[in-house]
């Protein structure tokens, strides 16, 4: 099992620039989840999403857009990139709302 | 929503000595849980706890869920330099997130 993959590991953007982030899982989660880092301020949620075809607004949602297609998958996407967006952005999944969530590696965006 | 306060913010040991970090809530959790990030690395589930009082172990780490439910703690013992990283507490929020984060704890350990 390769648990919870993230595509790409790194990006550089120019503002302005749009892209999407590519979430795995194949553990059968129904739950996932969109989270950024920046220094100080912990883990902040995004978007998530409670099964296929569903996706809800998590703390900081603005700028972002995201689908839930498959099960398996989970997409972030950056219509107009922003330098306030740089950060390092995780996904994770869970099979229960709030408990025991497992994290991918993370994708360290820049925005120039 | 919901706020985790963990304190400390960051920590300086020596290599063997034990750590003990907490973590706070202004309202009652029914979970909490556990993760350490390595530098560069996606945070991993340390420890979950589901009832009161809770007081359960992983190696050289324990966790106790506070009875008052609004708090927890984390202590290590004997520490090893694999033991740097950043340490988070969470629990599931009652508001519109699944999961609430505190800042976590940063622990540098001096061999």
């Known amino acids: 099992n390769a648990g919870v993959t993230q595509t790409p590991k790194f990006r550089v953007l120019k503002t302005g620039q749009s892209m999407t982030l590519l979430c795995a899982q194949d553990?059968?989660?129904?739950?996932m989840y969109w989270y950024r880092q920046d220094p100080g301020m912990g883990l902040r949620l995004i978007h998530y999403?409670?099964?296929?075809?569903?996706?809800a607004k998590g703390e900081v949602p603005d700028g972002y857009n995201v689908s839930r297609l498959k099960k398996q998958n989970f997409l972030l996407g950056l219509e107009s990139a922003a330098p306030s967006q740089t950060s390092v952005y995780f996904c994770?999944?869970?099979?229960?709302?709030?408990?025991?969530?497992?994290f991918g590696p993370g994708t360290r965006l820049t925005v120039t | 929503g919901q706020q985790l306060n963990q304190s400390p913010q960051s920590m300086f040991i020596q290599e063997g000595e034990d750590v003990s970090m907490n973590c706070t809530s202004s309202s009652i959790f029914n979970t909490w849980l556990w993760y350490k990030q390595d530098p560069g690395e996606g945070p991993v589930l340390l420890i979950a706890?589901?009832?009161?009082?809770e007081l359960t172990s992983n190696g050289r780490l324990t966790a106790q869920f506070g009875i008052t439910r609004k708090d927890s703690f984390l202590n290590i013992s004997a520490s090893i330099p694999s033991d740097v990283g950043i340490y988070f507490c969470a629990g599931p929020d009652s508001g519109n997130t699944p999961l609430v984060f505190g800042k976590g704890t940063r622990l540098s350990v001096i061999a």
């Open positions: 553990m059968n989660h129904e739950y």
């Open positions: 994770a999944s869970s099979g229960l709302a709030g408990y025991e969530q497992y």
């Open positions: 999403s409670v099964g296929e075809g569903t996706t």
């Open positions: 706890l589901y009832k009161a009082g």
